[in-house]
């Protein structure tokens, strides 16, 4: 069955669904659309909430990027059978798209000064708050979420490199664990050869 995944020429939210698919071996189409083109009206026309990622699987398609990530993780034993454990991380997900949603702030706001002074927020405050927290988490369940990976970790790790790349940091440098868990997923068969092709991304 054909499988693609659209979403725009970036990290973004999608790049954790790519890493995901890549562990798998999955074969997909990597649709992806240049920023400095969107809006493609075609293309966000074409969109069920005119927004990426979508992801299609023969003809079927799915929105929203958690519920496509952990779909194709489901495929490949990336989530916990367990339900308690799945609702466990299914909260750690949501943690780390509540920091995301700090980054979507920064991104939309166009008056420089403003912008300037979320990033200082986001910067000195929210990367603690958030990553101390996650760094505990990761730290008691032996570097993963959930004691082995699971889909929260290409979350997590997806989300640190597309905040990177709009901030201009390295947040993982602080936090040893996190950064561990970032190197181990980066190093996953598929991820590892998937990332040595990939070329960098610009804004
Ligand atoms: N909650 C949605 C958010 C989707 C979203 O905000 N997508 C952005 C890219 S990260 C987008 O499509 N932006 C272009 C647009 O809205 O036209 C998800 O997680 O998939």
């Known amino acids: 069955m054909s ?20 562990y798998g071996g999955q074969r997909f189409e990597d649709i992806r659309y240049e920023l400095s083109e969107w809006p ?3 293309v966000k026309d074409s969109l069920p909430y005119g927004q990426l990622p979508l ?20 495929q490949l034993k990336l989530l916990p059978t367990d339900p308690w454990e799945q609702a466990v991380l299914d909260a ?13 702030t920064f991104i939309k706001e166009t008056d420089t000064t ?4 979320i990033k200082r927020e986001i910067i000195n405050e929210s990367v603690d708050f958030f990553f101390s927290r996650f ?16 889909w929260a970790d290409f979350i997590l ?12 940091t390295e947040i993982e440098k602080q936090y040893p664990t996190v950064n ?24």
């Open 3 to 22: 499988k693609k995944l659209h979403y725009l020429n970036v990290n973004g939210i999608a790049e954790s669904i790519r890493y995901i698919l890549h």
């Open 40 to 42: 493609i009206k075609s």
């Open 55 to 74: 992801y299609q699987e023969g003809n079927r398609t799915l929105n929203q990027s958690l519920a496509i990530a952990r779909y194709v993780a489901s």
């Open 92 to 104: 750690i997900v949501f943690n780390i798209y509540d920091f995301w949603s700090k980054i979507v």
């Open 114 to 117: 403003r912008k300037e002074a």
């Open 135 to 150: 760094e505990k988490e990761l730290k008691a369940n032996k570097g993963f979420f959930n004691g082995k990976l699971s």
């Open 157 to 168: 790790v997806g989300i640190v490199e597309s905040a990177n790349l709009f901030l201009g």
């Open 180 to 203: 561990a868990l970032v190197q181990t997923v980066r190093a996953l068969p598929g991820v590892k050869e998937y990332l040595a092709t990939r070329k960098p991304y610009t804004l």
